[in-house]
């Protein structure tokens, strides 16, 4: 289907606005080597050779949509701090518009700094602030999602949750009203504290072990892999009253549901894994902008299925490459 259509479908992608509401993260990266252990304590000395930023959480969604070629528009909320300003420094240079990132004096912005030698990462530690936004705040984030409904067309919206604030059960619930009213299709990665608060959202899509988390209470776990994924979407369903559901396993692919009835296993390809960061961000950009564009949910899983896999091929969060990604599922076709 793609290969006779590729030219096509990139200058359509051109025009795609894509809308992405969520936490902004600031990956912060200190590689080096260890060649010793601290006289101090019995932890490993790294020498750091290298220290890089990149864009992380909802901010690396709008970077995939970005090299997809479609056109991210992102909402968010930072700190005042010099992470703020990374961040925005980091978008300007990727090209990806910061109008609606509004600045909240009374947080942290959130950074996650990992400590690396060669592949392997030894350390993390985290900067940021979980507090849920102000009533003020909210509600200026709800009239500007109302303007620019009116004034731009937008394909589709995606809910990029990391539980670090940004969203909340009301602002999520008024989202979904406003996008509904404006016809826009909206597409959820939820985590865990605003788990069932997507109703009537149109793609749900969590990974397995969020939904044994959210549903411990309601499924068998002594069952094959695929009645336990037909047990946690009927649950859900009946939790969110959602029209399609998209479970990423890892390693063995992925598993959409809708509410008709129809279900589509997407087994994963066989992969060298460097690293699984960021490969959620990756599946539900090319899963909104595939779905947004008109593609079937079929061709939309399998370049999903594809760009995940090619990501956590790669150490750190980055994006997908478009190119590889289409040579790649050309082939499989």
């Not at 776990?221 to 559901?245: E, R, V």
């Amino acid at each position: 289907m793609l290969q006779s259509a590729t030219n096509a479908w990139l200058t359509a992608l051109e025009k795609q606005n894509v809308l992405v509401i969520g936490d902004i993260i600031l990956d912060h990266y200190l590689q080096g080597a260890v060649e010793r252990i601290s006289p101090e304590a019995p932890v490993p000395v790294v020498n750091v050779v290298q220290e890089s930023y990149r864009l992380g959480g909802a901010a690396n969604v709008a970077l995939n949509i970005k090299a997809l070629g479609a056109r991210p528009l992102l909402m968010s909320v930072t700190g005042t701090d010099k992470e703020a300003q990374q961040l925005i420094d980091l978008m300007g240079k990727a090209s990806i518009e910061t109008t609606y990132i509004l600045p909240d004096k009374a947080r942290s912005t959130t950074c996650k700094t990992r400590v690396m030698s060669g592949h392997q990462q030894l350390l993390r530690y985290d900067k940021e602030s979980l507090q849920e936004l102000s009533p003020s705040l909210e509600q200026q984030f709800v009239d500007i999602l109302q303007t620019l409904f009116e004034s731009k067309s937008i394909d589709a919206l995606i809910f990029q949750d990391y539980n670090k604030g940004m969203l909340s059960a009301s602002l999520i619930q008024k989202t979904i009203t406003l996008a509904k009213k404006y016809n826009i299709s909206t597409f959820a990665d939820p985590k865990s504290i605003n788990f069932f608060s997507y109703q009537q959202v149109d793609f749900f899509k969590p990974n397995l072990r969020e939904i044994q988390a959210a549903l411990a209470n309601e499924l068998r776990t002594n069952t094959n892999l695929l009645n336990l994924l037909q047990q946690a979407t009927n649950s859900l369903f009946n939790h969110l009253s959602c029209q399609n559901i998209v479970i990423t396993l890892g390693s063995q692919g992925m598993y959409w549901a809708n509410a008709e009835g129809a279900s589509n296993w997407q087994k994963g390809a066989v992969r060298k894994i460097a690293d699984v960061c960021g490969a959620g961000d990756t599946v539900i950009s090319v899963l909104a902008v595939g779905i947004s564009m008109g593609l079937s949910i079929e061709d939309c899983l399998r370049m999903a299925n594809i760009a995940g896999g090619q990501v956590c091929e790669q150490v750190g969060v980055v994006p997908l490459d478009k190119v590889r990604l289409m040579a790649e599922f050309d082939r499989e076709m």
